[in-house]
């Protein structure tokens, strides 16, 4: 109850200074019947105990003060707020756990006159509850002349409450210290690890069993999981409190309070992990989320060592989905912002699930998804080709010695650096290397990369020029310089497109394909096979920009193109306004990152508004450098 909301409060203040009121004034004015108001007044003058009364003269209730210091003081202690009904949560948890426990309906106006809100508030509240309830297949129902009667299957009612309304109904209802202490036990006994989901799925059957609430015939699927070994874990517990309690739980709540269990988070331990059985199918879903994630975003996922812990996720995700177990996350959001490409991924592999499975990844489960890949291609850049550079330098060992030093403490440790003295420095040597640091004028020419540092030297600097030479192969790059981003590298004049407004995306897309294959860019087969590949869905980032990407059978390099728009044009429910066309080489090389590179440098366009005005505004292709080009 809130400030407001209290009636006692309301009548008192009403009522102060001298005003009189009639009781059908004070209803109106509360919004409930003169019957609550003359019940209020009577509560009212109990709780004054004489130091004030409400008096009723001529029709007219008016205030009469006998001790200001008394009534003062209980005033204070009648008006203060009631927390369980300071919300429209707390007050729909205390509505549902009224209809949830009722023998037979229940009246508005007695609801509404326990929590001392006006019949108004209770109506808006039963709205909201009613919204809820009806998404969860349940429903509240208007009984006339009767009251409200709570409808609805016991099973959709105990998800419904575990997922919106544990805490309100049950937060001050712990089990029983020896039924604890049981559970302590068998998990203790078993390669399980409890958690809060458990205690909470036990806690409401106990609650709902104990008060003639059974739950009754349960999906097919669930009667397969008492073959699971977890099944024989939660039947001996439940056989221990059954005979504490003096009762026998039949089949189906057993599997209730097993649900947490399968769909529990795979164990950090790994020996308790591998005590679980783990489901045969999960390697094949695996293979096909990572074929479909090849076939989506041309990107190799190699198996790291930490693939069966993937798999158990795996299941107990499919499990959490096809059996209703939530499993929120604290970093959705954050991860949803930092790792764009993993959450695309992640994306990928919920269509396969849901394709499989008939199950729908939900948001939380998906930020999951997206941490396991994000893993993923950290640990496949790892396996890469060790990357190889040469220090030359013509001052001596030493100083060779000390540049190494610090350059060791600025590249990633997989990069093997070696020392080479200027003498040998020959176009045949230097070409063994990706990358050459200098001190002094190579005497010779070389195609690989050169960047030139003084003995002692801005690590932080150094840092952004080491990135974009690890590119040089692969991009026209015609300077090491951070402020560029690495696609400028693929880009000329004759892959930039600007669009007067009038095109829609397809007609926007059909022209770029038909430059490039006019170029020789792409074969002429591109554009039948971009049109299918755009059939199951554009790959798109923040609403705003689409990359349309197929395979392209001329060449072994990526082909990137990108057109903007003055004005965004309505694709698919999204206002684009840039278009990344990308044709993508049909045999790909996992011992470069060039294409997650050039994914992460679009999806980080995407989150610079003024870097995407910039880009988008460009008019020739000189303009796009000019955007581009960090520090314009």
């Known amino acids: 109850m809130g400030t407001g909301e209290n009636r006692i409060a309301n009548i008192l203040l009403a009522l102060s200074r001298g005003h009189t009121l009639s009781a059908g004034e004070l209803a109106e004015k509360l919004d409930v019947s003169e019957r609550t108001i003359r019940n209020d007044i009577r509560q009212i003058n109990d709780e004054l105990k004489g130091c004030a009364a409400v008096e009723f003269v001529q029709g007219r209730c008016s205030l009469q003060i006998y001790d200001v210091e008394a009534f003062r003081t209980a005033r204070l202690r009648m008006t203060q707020s009631d927390e369980r009904f300071n919300s429209p949560r707390n007050r729909m948890d205390y509505v549902l756990g009224k209809l949830m426990r009722a023998e037979g309906p229940l009246l508005t106006d007695e609801l509404a006159y326990e929590m001392s809100i006006g019949r108004s508030t209770l109506v808006s509240d039963l709205k909201k509850l009613r919204t809820e309830l009806t998404a969860n297949g349940l429903s509240i129902v208007g009984k006339t002349s009767k009251g409200l009667v709570l409808e609805g299957g016991e099973t959709n009612l105990r998800h419904y409450v575990l997922e919106n309304a544990y805490d309100g109904l049950y937060r001050d209802y712990p089990l029983d210290p020896e039924i604890t202490e049981l559970v302590d036990r068998a998990f203790a006994e078993s390669p399980f690890e409890q958690s809060e989901a458990f205690q909470r799925f036990l806690t409401v059957m106990l609650d709902r069993f104990l008060t003639g609430h059974p739950l009754e015939n349960l999906p097919q699927a669930f009667y397969s999981l008492t073959a699971r070994q977890e099944f024989q874990a939660v039947d001996r517990l439940l056989e221990e409190i059954g005979c504490f309690l003096h009762v026998e739980f039949p089949p189906e709540e057993k599997l209730f309070v097993l649900l947490p269990i399968v769909g529990m988070r795979t164990p950090a331990d790994a020996e308790n992990m591998k005590a679980i059985e783990l489901d045969q199918a999960m390697g094949p879903l695996a293979d096909k989320i ?254 705003a920009v689409a990359i349309p990407h197929t395979i392209q059978k001329i060449g072994d390099r990526l082909v990137l193109a990108v057109g903007t728009f003055p004005q965004p044009v309505r694709y698919l429910e999204r206002d684009i306004r840039l278009i990344f066309l990308m044709a993508l080489p049909e045999q790909v090389n996992s011992e470069d990152g060039l294409l997650i590179r050039v994914y992460e440098e679009i999806i980080s366009l995407t989150r610079d508004g003024a870097l995407m005005d910039r880009v988008t505004k460009a008019e020739d292709f000189q303009a796009l450098l000019r955007a581009l080009y960090r520090q314009a």
């Open 290 to 543: 990572f074929c479909q994630i090849k076939k989506e975003l041309n990107i190799v996922l190699e198996r790291p060592e930490f693939m069966e812990e993937f798999l158990y996720h795996l299941m107990f995700m499919i499990n959490r989905l096809r059996f209703h177990v939530r499993l929120k996350s604290d970093v959705l959001a954050e991860l949803r912002e930092k790792y764009p490409l993993a959450w695309q991924m992640g994306g990928v592999a919920a269509n396969v699930i849901r394709a499989e499975y008939g199950v729908e990844v939900t948001e939380d489960e998906k930020s999951y998804l997206a941490s396991y890949f994000g893993v993923f291609l950290e640990e496949t850049a790892k396996r890469r080709r060790p990357f190889r550079a040469a220090v030359v330098c013509g001052t001596g060992r030493v100083t060779a010695r000390l540049v190494a030093a610090q350059l060791k403490r600025v590249l990633d440790s997989s990069v093997e650096l070696s020392l080479l003295p200027v003498e040998k420095a020959t176009p045949e040597t230097l070409s063994e290397f990706g990358l050459i640091f200098t001190t002094v004028q190579i005497p010779c020419q070389t195609d690989q990369p050169v960047i030139f540092i003084h003995e002692i030297f801005n690590e932080q600097e150094l840092r952004h020029k080491i990135e974009k030479a690890k590119y040089w192969e692969q991009v026209d790059v015609p300077v090491l310089d951070n402020n560029w981003f690495v696609m400028v590298g693929l880009l000329d004049e004759s892959r930039f497109f600007r669009f007067t407004g009038g095109e829609s995306y397809e007609e926007a897309v059909e022209q770029m394909v038909a430059s490039l294959t006019e170029q020789g860019e792409v074969d002429e087969g591109f554009a039948q096979r971009l049109r299918e590949r755009e059939k199951m869905g554009t790959m798109a980032f923040d609403h």
